[in-house]
T-cell receptor, first 109, second 116 residues
Framework: TQLLEQSPQFLSIQEGENLTVYCNSSSVFSSLQWYRQEPGEGPVLLVT?????EVKKLKRLTFQFGDARKDSSLHITAAQPGDTGLYLC?????????FGTGTSLTVIP | GAVVSQHPSWVICKSGTSVKIECRSLDFQATTMFWYRQFPKQSLMLMAT?????????EQGVEKDKFLINHASLTLSTLTVTSAHPEDSSFYICSAREGGRSYEQYFGPGTRLTVT
């Protein structure tokens, strides 16, 4: 059972464009994390959101947690080639930890 | 930040042999460690959760007799792939969670396993 669905699955854009990645769940969750992963490496934590409606900014990245705490979005402004990677949302459920389906982003110079 | 290491970073083994992957938390005590498997351009799939000193909890569809997990100490967990087959070739990633921090976990750099 996939708890978290991400969209889009693949995204290829030109440098300088903006983009939004979505993470949706049918269940309410207490906290959600966003990770970025480069090929051959482990995921790196970008942010943790815990409060419904919360918005966090990390340079050109804006993370939003839905009011109902069932969805989240990641918006990247003026994408750069260095943003290329696999973006993953993740949530903890009890003692388990599950990742979303992932969004593979390619930023073309 | 907290650091998690994995060893080896890549391994090639012959079909039918076993291979052990180590996951270590270097500067904190990990009461819980997670093992994931990842195929190219896909997300991480949780294989099992292990707590120090107790048996691992395997996700549905993961063979516990094939993927042996041992969390012998608060800084070390091992994953042994027994009687490996080419379909076991994958990227294996561990993560560790510090006791008391319910949602923070730290990932290792992954181990690339190729079974020939």
């Amino acid at each position: 059972t996939q708890l978290l669905e991400q969209s889009p699955q693949f995204l290829s854009i030109q440098e300088g464009e903006n983009l939004t990645v979505y993470c949706n769940s049918s269940s309410v969750f207490s906290s959600l994390q966003w990770y970025r992963q480069e090929p051959g490496e482990g995921p790196v934590l970008l942010v943790t959101v815990v409060t419904g409606g919360e918005v966090k900014k990390l340079k050109r990245l804006t993370f939003q947690f839905g009011d109902a705490r069932k969805d989240s979005s990641l918006h990247i402004t003026a994408a750069q080639p260095g943003d290329t990677g696999l973006y993953l949302c993740a949530l903890g459920a009890g003692n388990q930890f599950y990742f979303g389906t992932g969004t593979s982003l390619t930023v073309i110079p | 930040g907290a650091v998690v290491s994995q060893h080896p970073s890549w391994v090639i083994c012959k079909s039918g042999t076993s291979v052990k992957i180590e996951c270590r938390s270097l500067d904190f005590q990990a009461t819980t460690m997670f093992w994931y498997r990842q195929f190219p351009k896909q997300s991480l799939m949780l294989m099992a959760t292990s707590n120090e000193g107790s048996k691992a909890t395997y996700e549905q569809g993961v063979e516990k007799d094939k993927f042996l997990i041992n969390h012998a100490s608060l800084t070390l967990s091992t994953l042994t792939v027994t009687s490996a087959h080419p379909e076991d070739s994958s990227f294996y990633i561990c993560s560790a969670r510090e006791g008391g921090r319910s949602y923070e976990q730290y990932f290792g750099p992954g181990t690339r396993l190729t079974v020939t």
